[in-house]
């Protein structure tokens, strides 16, 4: 088999020539990234909090940070089981393969064929059977004039880089989905020692009403008083069930696995809850970390969401050349050679070589605005990226003050209410001291009681938002992702 029989005619030369020079040129605007009124600082300072056991960096996890290893343990299996990180993992594979779809334009397509043809004629009243083999290769090549695969490259790598921001947006997603979950249910158990001992002590203030009642120095509505508020508290400690049973099975989806497969200890009691202990960390074996804000033009850099929506405008901005590139004209330079004889022995004579060589230049007359339509959709398509784009960048602005701001004044927040928490706790000890003395009525002691409880669940609870608003700002900062991991992430696939 060969290719040619013969050097290609001086005229197909020149046309091949001609392409060659002019593939250099691309029509359509070249990218650039869109101008965004970036403020100078984030309204909210911080750090919001002095004392950091932990910083957030890019050297290591962000969740680590945190000094749990229960949490560690569950967002590595969530980054390896998670089905949304796999759907995400999968589209991003898939639009590698569409850049290398776009890539294939630049080179011609070849072809093989081989064949066999019995045939019969009749000339001049003369009947003739033959058989024709045939072995051949053929090459047809669209040289890339006016930029149209090179636009559609652009769009696919940016796509591409897009999507692995997706990617690296649903895991952190996850991550701080799961976290969120995850320390909520540790400030549930807390709530839950909270309400042990308080119903312990609920039951040592009714058997001391009934014993009072027995000898006649108080009457009957005490002790119905007393029961009261013992089976309220027992009521809201099962609630707390019910609130912790759904973070349970929240995990398990996060992490891969069915609810009825998974279950997370519960917290060490730690012995009395005192205010010092609801309004910190420590009784929750957890460090509260603080999240680098940087600048706001840092943000840009740092969020993967931000970094897919510029690179889709990027995409866009490409697809505007493709759509342009068809008003010029196309030419499709084609070649074939093989051989053909009228029998097998003599296929690979001298005699039997067959070549051609042919340029076909086309363009479109009039395709009813099909063109301008095309043309429109893309530049249409694009203005919406751009602002999408700066949506999204104004809403991580956003994210980043409010949780700043969130965590500023919940720091505020939990120091008075601590206070509260010890004055309602001294207010109960002098009430049932002087119920004891009968010096007040059990009226008194139960609502210095409730009033008691209330603050400690109020105090746990200001604990949970800190935590939550924590891992809402590392997540609204990136997590410590930045557009140079990703960009060389990407450039080693």
């Known amino acids: 088999m060969v290719l040619f029989a013969t050097s290609p005619s001086p005229k197909a030369t020149a046309v091949a020539l001609a392409a060659l020079l002019l593939a250099g040129c691309a029509v359509g605007p070249d990218y650039v990234r869109p101008q965004m009124d970036v403020p100078v600082a984030y309204k909210e300072t911080g750090p919001w909090k002095t004392a950091t056991p932990q910083a957030i960096d890019a050297s290591h996890p962000w969740w680590e940070a945190y000094g749990d290893t229960a949490l560690n343990a569950l967002i590595v299996q ?94 952190l997603s996850i991550q701080t989905t799961l976290a969120q979950d995850y320390l909520q249910i540790r400030v549930i ?34 002790v119905a008083l007393a029961q009261s508020q013992l089976k309220t508290a027992e009521a809201q400690a099962v609630d707390l069930e019910a609130q912790r049973s759904q973070l349970e099975h929240a995990i398990a989806v996060l992490t891969g ?75 499709v330079l084609s070649a074939s050679g093989g051989f053909s004889a009228g029998n097998l022995a003599s296929l690979f004579n001298t005699p039997s070589r067959v070549w051609s060589l042919g340029a076909a230049l086309a363009q479109t007359v009039f395709d009813g605005g099909l063109r301008r339509a095309h043309t429109d959709q893309a530049v249409a398509t694009y203005d919406a990226s751009v602002a999408q784009y700066k949506q999204t960048v104004l809403g991580g602005f956003q994210q980043v003050e409010d949780n700043l701001a969130t965590l500023r004044v919940l720091d ?61 700002l590392i997540a609204a900062t990136g997590g410590g992702w930045t557009t140079a991991a990703a960009t060389a992430t990407t450039s080693g696939n």
Request: proline share 4%; net charge neutral.
């Open 257 to 331: 696995q069915a609810p009825a497969s998974f279950s997370l200890a519960p917290l060490p009691s730690s012995g009395q809850t005192t205010a010092a202990s609801l309004s910190t960390t420590n009784a929750l074996h957890v460090q509260l970390p603080i999240a680098p804000t940087g600048l706001p033009s840092e943000l840009l850099e740092r969020r993967p969401d931000i970094a897919a929506a510029e690179r889709r405008v990027q995409a866009a901005n490409a697809n505007i050349g493709v759509a342009k590139a068809a008003y010029y004209p196309q030419i």
């Open 189 to 222: 158990d807390l709530q839950r020692a909270l309400y042990a001992s308080t119903t312990a002590a609920y039951a040592r203030a009714l058997e001391l009403t009934q014993h009072q009642y027995a000898a006649g120095t108080v009457l009957r509505s005490d």
């Open 78 to 171: 969530a980054n390896a089981a998670n089905q949304n990180i796999r759907i995400a993992e999968a589209q991003y594979r898939e639009a590698q393969a569409i850049a290398a779809a776009a890539h294939a334009g630049f080179y011609p397509t070849v072809g093989l064929d081989a064949g066999a043809t019995r045939a019969q004629t009749n000339s001049t009243g003369t009947v003739k059977r033959g058989t024709t083999d045939t072995l051949g290769l053929a090459a047809s090549w669209e040289p890339d004039l006016w930029g149209a695969v090179r636009r559609s490259v652009e769009a696919g790598n940016a796509d591409v880089q897009a999507s692995a921001d997706d990617l690296a947006g649903a895991r």
């Open 412 to 472: 505020r927040e939990s120091a008075l209410q601590a206070q509260a928490v010890q004055a309602s706790q001294l207010a109960e000890r002098l009430a049932l001291s002087q119920y004891r003395a009968g010096t007040a009525t059990y009226l008194s002691v139960v609502t210095a009681q409730q009033l008691s409880l209330t603050n400690q669940r109020t105090a746990a609870q200001l604990l949970g938002r800190q935590l939550a608003a924590s891992v809402s």
